[in-house]
């Protein structure tokens, strides 16, 4: 249906009544055909019962006027008026089963999502309009549209006859904006039409009354016929929890500018085509509301209608406060449509101005956040006590005018203005989420400035920008518009918030971060958990993290952690490490003869030693001592300064940080490696309860550990490593550690770790697709020449073998019946020559089968990672041969 006003047109039908597809309709035949027979004989018996009175009234005044027939008329009166007793019983009952039927159709409503396979039941919202639509067709006629295109009211008819609703999507946005959700709020709908809205609200919010108010008597006659029909049904609401306490939902007739809105909390006004004076009577009147009222209208109050407020400053009318304005907002004569947020607060309208020039930096601050925060009300900045954590760790390390400070995932502005209004650092720059955050902090950053333009210099810059994308790409981006690089290459200080990725995520940001900024750069990271994680070319500084108060009632807390960026030790091109995959080779490493050759190179390359320069050599002479943190976020340093003159870093200072490239703060490149794919993994990850339960793992066959790194090296050595071409397998794998260990260190072509655990499997598949994310360079490197890493969950005694060269297995807890099955398989398929190392022997009978056998060629001490005694554990190792004659 289309209706025309002012030269235009507009869609004006219903978008829940006027729907075209009758399959929606939730009523059951049954019910239908008990509410037809209800309804025939209530008719008939009041039809009935009319025709005998009317005949027993006429034979009053044609009959004989004698004693005998007046007795024979009261006797028929008397059973006459009988059996109309007995018709309005009948009424009574099928009136009430006409109810019951109602009710029944109305709790039907309730289970409609259940029926609907087209609506998620994460939706909330879209289960709450199915049940919406399906009570509106239940208690709205099915013609009401009809009523539309008729002129109602006063005037000439063209305003009457243009009607429209809010569809419930919209409603249900709204209804957000009122903060309906609180319970004790009342809504009023002024010019509420069917009153669709309003039995909406009511349905739908935990609001104690609804109020629709209508002048129009058709429209007024179909909004309380839905209501009533919606009360003899008994449902009160459509959530999926009722609402506590009583509520009730109206209809008033009436003119809304003679209605008492006292305890109104919440209005909307449909105010399209209100005359002017009566939006200014409304303002009048609304304006003497209670301090919260929210109203929305879908044109500004006259006074707001030209970009500036046009009032007195002690108006009345400056209690109402123009919040928000929300465009494209669907309404069923189309999507493009504003609706402005009013709210009335005298307290903001009246308050003294506030004093910039004699307000501290908190204050200003204070000051531009509650501005801002009027306004955008999603907008939520970080806890006060965290960002004043963050900035106290940020000041310990002596900003200067040449430090640039990037942070990257804050929430809101708080700590990069307050960096700007509180140090001298020549440029900060904050990168946000997606979406509004950025919007926001530059919000903030602009009422600050215009409450003193003078309070940040006008040469220190201040910008918020939102990174594009996911966050790892990024920051792993090297080309591009305003990537991570670009933006804070040049920082002096980096900060990394954890606010809304998880600790694995976090630490592919840090792990990429290194080799996109200066070397001798500050990373402080706020969350990772108690356990400093490694990456390759940050040097941790902290004896230990710093635990933080995140929320004190609930006691969750974080973690700060502090590095410092290294130059590459690859570019000194040392013997053997002239690459990461170089030094992944040998497991334990000489970290002192290593520094030592660092040192030498750098003093023969005088201009190599200027790469650490300015003021990140003048910080890094103070911090690389070490630090200390305190609660508050106080670090500091746990040795003296280096004493060496200059704003160049010593070559003593520069040859251990290029070790940190190699290293980071471990013992060795692989443990550094390890460490970071496993930061976060359990030790000992447990079997399922469904794998437990099917016997997958007999005896003390489930109980997990792992071989130390250099018992694995020792071992590998021992049999001269993985002959080219062919494949090492780790059976019973794990989280992979030790098939990793075999992949980085030896030639072997494949390396295959079998798991049958699930959770284990999954372990070493995600510390995998790590490598893949983190070092995207390395995991190139290493699968070069068709190299290939691969995790198999299944049954080791299903394993193919026959490319086997080596075969690991930390078969500590196997039964002797598996090692005795194990054995045979791998008689059966690996080829001669395959060397087996294994912590527990196999049993005499499974070492021999056809014409080749497993000869045990030696029995070791063996590392392991449960216990730092080294002859606490032993590995056999045997080699396929041919049987003996």
Same mark, same amino acid.
């Given at each position: 249906?289309?209706?025309?006003?002012?030269?235009?047109?507009?869609?004006?039908?219903?978008?829940? *009544?006027?729907?075209?597809?009758?399959?929606?309709?939730?009523?059951?035949?049954?019910?239908?055909?008990?509410?037809?027979?209800?309804?025939?004989?209530?008719?008939?018996?009041?039809?009935?019962?009319?025709?005998?009175?009317?005949?027993?009234?006429?034979?009053?005044?044609?009959?004989?006027?004698?004693?005998?027939?007046?007795?024979?008329?009261?006797?028929?009166?008397?059973?006459?008026?009988?059996?109309?007793?007995?018709?309005?019983?009948?009424?009574?009952?099928?009136?009430?089963?006409?109810?019951?039927?109602?009710?029944?159709?109305?709790?039907?409503?309730?289970?409609?999502?259940?029926?609907?396979?087209?609506?998620?039941?994460?939706?909330?919202?879209?289960?709450?309009?199915?049940?919406?639509?399906?009570?509106?067709?239940?208690?709205?006629?099915?013609?009401?549209?009809?009523?539309?295109?008729?002129?109602?009211?006063?005037?000439?008819?063209?305003?009457?006859?243009?009607?429209?609703?809010?569809?419930?999507?919209?409603?249900?946005?709204?209804?957000?904006?009122?903060?309906?959700?609180?319970?004790?709020?009342?809504?009023?709908?002024?010019?509420?039409?069917?009153?669709?809205?309003?039995?909406?609200?009511?349905?739908?919010?935990?609001?104690?009354?609804?109020?629709?108010?209508?002048?129009?008597?058709?429209?007024?006659?179909?909004?309380?016929?839905?209501?009533?029909?919606?009360?003899?049904?008994?449902?009160?609401?459509?959530?999926?929890?009722?609402?506590?306490?009583?509520?009730?939902?109206?209809?008033?007739?009436?003119?809304?500018?003679?209605?008492?809105?006292?305890?109104?909390?919440?209005?909307?006004?449909?105010?399209?085509?209100?005359?002017?004076?009566?939006?200014?009577?409304?303002?009048? +009147?609304?304006?003497?509301?209670?301090?919260?009222?929210?109203?929305?209208?879908?044109?500004?109050?006259?006074?707001?209608?030209?970009?500036?407020?046009?009032?007195?400053?002690?108006?009345?009318?400056?209690?109402?406060?123009?919040?928000?304005?929300?465009?494209?907002?669907?309404?069923?004569?189309?999507?493009?449509?504003?609706?402005?947020?009013?709210?009335?607060?005298?307290?903001?309208?009246?308050?003294?101005?506030?004093?910039?020039?004699?307000?501290?930096?908190?204050?200003?601050?204070?000051?531009?956040?509650?501005?801002?925060?009027?306004?955008?009300?999603?907008?939520?900045?970080?806890?006060?006590?965290?960002?004043?954590?963050?900035?106290?760790?940020?000041?310990?390390?002596?900003?200067?005018?040449?430090?640039?400070?990037?942070?990257?995932?804050?929430?809101?502005?708080?700590?990069?203005?307050?960096?700007?209004?509180?140090?001298?650092?020549?440029?900060?720059?904050?990168?946000?989420?997606?979406?509004?955050?950025?919007?926001?902090?530059?919000?903030?950053?602009?009422?600050?400035?215009?409450?003193?333009?003078?309070?940040?210099?006008?040469?220190?810059?201040?910008?918020?920008?939102?990174?594009?994308?996911?966050?790892?790409?990024?920051?792993?981006?090297?080309?591009?518009?305003?990537?991570?690089?670009?933006?804070?290459?040049?920082?002096?200080?980096?900060?990394?918030?954890?606010?809304?990725?998880?600790?694995?995520?976090?630490?592919?940001?840090?792990?990429?971060?290194?080799?996109?900024?200066?070397?001798?750069?500050?990373?402080?990271?706020?969350?990772?958990?108690?356990?400093?994680?490694?990456?390759?070319?940050?040097?941790?500084?902290?004896?230990?993290?710093?635990?933080?108060?995140?929320?004190?009632?609930?006691?969750?807390?974080?973690?700060?952690?502090?590095?410092?960026?290294?130059?590459?030790?690859?570019?000194?091109?040392?013997?053997?490490?002239?690459?990461?995959?170089?030094?992944?080779?040998?497991?334990?490493?000489?970290?002192?003869?290593?520094?030592?050759?660092?040192?030498?190179?750098?003093?023969?390359?005088?201009?190599?030693?200027?790469?650490?320069?300015?003021?990140?050599?003048?910080?890094?002479?103070?911090?690389?001592?070490?630090?200390?943190?305190?609660?508050?976020?106080?670090?500091?340093?746990?040795?003296?300064?280096?004493?060496?003159?200059?704003?160049?870093?010593?070559?003593?200072?520069?040859?251990?940080?290029?070790?940190?490239?190699?290293?980071?703060?471990?013992?060795?490149?692989?443990?550094?490696?390890?460490?970071?794919?496993?930061?976060? *993994?359990?030790?000992?990850?447990?079997?399922?309860?469904?794998?437990?339960?099917?016997?997958?793992?007999?005896?003390?066959?489930?109980?997990?550990?792992?071989?130390?790194?250099?018992?694995?090296?020792?071992?590998?050595?021992?049999?001269?490593?993985?002959? +080219?071409?062919?494949?090492?397998?780790?059976?019973?794998?794990?989280?992979?550690?030790?098939?990793?260990?075999?992949?980085?260190?030896?030639?072997?072509?494949?390396?295959?770790?079998?798991?049958?655990?699930?959770?284990?499997?999954?372990?070493?598949?995600?510390?995998?697709?790590?490598?893949?994310?983190?070092?995207?360079?390395?995991?190139?490197?290493?699968?070069?020449?068709?190299?290939?890493?691969?995790?198999?969950?299944?049954?080791?005694?299903?394993?193919?073998?026959?490319?086997?060269?080596?075969?690991?297995?930390?078969?500590? *807890?196997?039964?002797?019946?598996?090692?005795? +099955?194990?054995?045979?398989?791998?008689?059966?398929?690996?080829?001669?020559?395959?060397?087996?190392?294994?912590?527990?022997?196999?049993?005499?009978?499974?070492?021999?089968?056809?014409?080749?056998?497993?000869?045990?060629?030696?029995?070791?001490?063996?590392?392991?990672?449960?216990?730092?005694?080294?002859? *606490?554990?032993?590995?056999?190792?045997?080699?396929?041969?041919?049987?003996?004659?």
């Amino acid at each position: 249906m289309r209706v025309r006003s002012r030269g235009s047109s507009a869609t004006a039908g219903n978008d829940v *009544a006027a729907d075209d597809h009758a399959g929606d309709e939730l009523k059951t035949k049954a019910g239908r055909s008990l509410l037809r027979r209800c309804c025939r004989r209530m008719f008939l018996l009041l039809a009935l019962g009319g025709i005998a009175t009317i005949f027993q009234f006429l034979r009053q005044y044609h009959a004989p006027d004698d004693g005998a027939q007046q007795q024979q008329q009261q006797q028929q009166q008397r059973q006459q008026q009988q059996k109309v007793n007995e018709g309005e019983d009948a009424t009574k009952a099928v009136l009430k089963s006409v109810d019951e039927v109602l009710s029944d159709s109305l709790r039907l409503c309730m289970m409609r999502p259940q029926d609907d396979a087209a609506v998620p039941s994460s939706d909330q919202s879209e289960v709450l309009l199915q049940r919406l639509k399906c009570v509106f067709d239940q208690i709205y006629p099915p013609r009401e549209q009809e009523h539309w295109m008729q002129p109602q009211g006063p005037g000439d008819g063209t305003a009457s006859r243009i009607y429209g609703e809010i569809p419930p999507k919209s409603v249900n946005f709204l209804a957000q904006e009122l903060k309906l959700d609180v319970p004790g709020s009342v809504f009023y709908d002024l010019g509420s039409g069917f009153g669709r809205m309003v039995l909406q609200i009511y349905l739908t919010t935990q609001a104690s009354r609804a109020v629709g108010v209508e002048i129009v008597e058709d429209r007024y006659a179909i909004a309380h016929e839905a209501l009533d029909t919606l009360q003899r049904g008994g449902l009160t609401s459509v959530l999926h929890e009722a609402p506590n306490g009583v509520r009730n939902a109206s209809m008033l007739k009436m003119n809304f500018t003679e209605l008492d809105l006292k305890d109104a909390t919440a209005i909307y006004m449909a105010s399209l085509f209100f005359p002017k004076d009566i939006m200014w009577y409304l303002a009048h +009147k609304l304006a003497a509301l209670r301090d919260g009222t929210r109203i929305l209208t879908l044109v500004q109050f006259p006074f707001d209608m030209y970009g500036t407020r046009r009032l007195p400053a002690d108006s009345p009318l400056q209690a109402l406060r123009q919040r928000r304005r929300f465009d494209e907002v669907g309404m069923t004569w189309g999507d493009q449509n504003s609706v402005f947020l009013y709210e009335v607060d005298r307290a903001e309208a009246f308050k003294p101005p506030f004093n910039a020039e004699a307000a501290s930096n908190d204050e200003l601050l204070a000051e531009a956040f509650q501005s801002v925060a009027k306004v955008e009300e999603r907008f939520r900045p970080e806890p006060v006590h965290l960002t004043d954590t963050m900035l106290e760790a940020v000041k310990s390390l002596g900003l200067q005018v040449a430090d640039e400070v990037c942070e990257l995932g804050g929430a809101g502005a708080g700590l990069a203005l307050r960096l700007a209004l509180d140090s001298e650092v020549s440029r900060v720059i904050g990168i946000l989420p997606p979406g509004n955050e950025s919007r926001f902090a530059s919000a903030v950053h602009r009422s600050l400035t215009d409450l003193d333009p003078s309070r940040i210099p006008w040469h220190r810059r201040v910008t918020f920008k939102p990174w594009h994308g996911e966050l790892h790409d990024f920051i792993s981006a090297t080309s591009g518009p305003e990537t991570f690089q670009e933006l804070c290459g040049s920082a002096t200080v980096v900060l990394l918030h954890q606010i809304t990725v998880t600790d694995d995520a976090m630490l592919d940001m840090l792990t990429l971060v290194p080799a996109r900024v200066v070397p001798g750069t500050i990373v402080i990271v706020r969350g990772l958990g108690s356990k400093t994680p490694c990456a390759f070319g940050l040097l941790p500084l902290l004896e230990k993290p710093v635990e933080l108060l995140l929320d004190e009632e609930l006691g969750f807390t974080t973690f700060l952690h502090v590095f410092v960026t290294a130059p590459s030790i690859m570019s000194l091109q040392l013997p053997m490490l002239k690459s990461l995959r170089d030094a992944l080779r040998n497991v334990t490493i000489n970290l002192t003869k290593i520094t030592e050759a660092s040192r030498e190179e750098l003093e023969a390359r005088p201009s190599s030693s200027g790469i650490v320069k300015g003021v990140r050599a003048t910080r890094s002479k103070h911090i690389m001592s070490g630090l200390v943190g305190q609660a508050n976020g106080t670090l500091r340093t746990l040795g003296p300064p280096d004493p060496s003159p200059g704003r160049i870093l010593p070559v003593s200072l520069l040859a251990k940080l290029h070790l940190a490239s190699l290293v980071g703060g471990a013992e060795s490149p692989y443990a550094c490696l390890e460490e970071n794919l496993y930061a976060f *993994a359990p030790y000992s990850p447990a079997i399922t309860r469904k794998e437990k339960d099917a016997g997958l793992f007999p005896e003390h066959a489930a109980t997990y550990g792992e071989v130390a790194p250099n018992g694995l090296e020792m071992l590998l050595q021992r049999v001269g490593g993985v002959p +080219k071409g062919m494949a090492f397998f780790d059976l019973g794998s794990g989280l992979g550690k030790a098939a990793l260990q075999a992949f980085t260190s030896t030639t072997a072509l494949q390396v295959m770790g079998i798991e049958l655990s699930t959770t284990r499997h999954q372990g070493a598949v995600q510390a995998l697709a790590s490598l893949a994310r983190r070092f995207p360079v390395l995991a190139e490197e290493l699968r070069k020449g068709g190299r290939r890493l691969e995790f198999q969950h299944g049954d080791i005694l299903q394993a193919d073998l026959r490319n086997a060269g080596v075969v690991w297995m930390g078969s500590l *807890a196997f039964p002797q019946d598996l090692m005795a +099955k194990v054995g045979m398989r791998i008689l059966e398929q690996a080829p001669l020559g395959c060397k087996v190392l294994t912590m527990l022997e196999f049993p005499a009978q499974s070492r021999v089968s056809g014409t080749r056998q497993l000869h045990l060629i030696e029995v070791l001490p063996m590392p392991v990672r449960w216990t730092s005694k080294l002859n *606490a554990n032993r590995a056999a190792i045997y080699e396929i041969i041919e049987k003996k004659a």
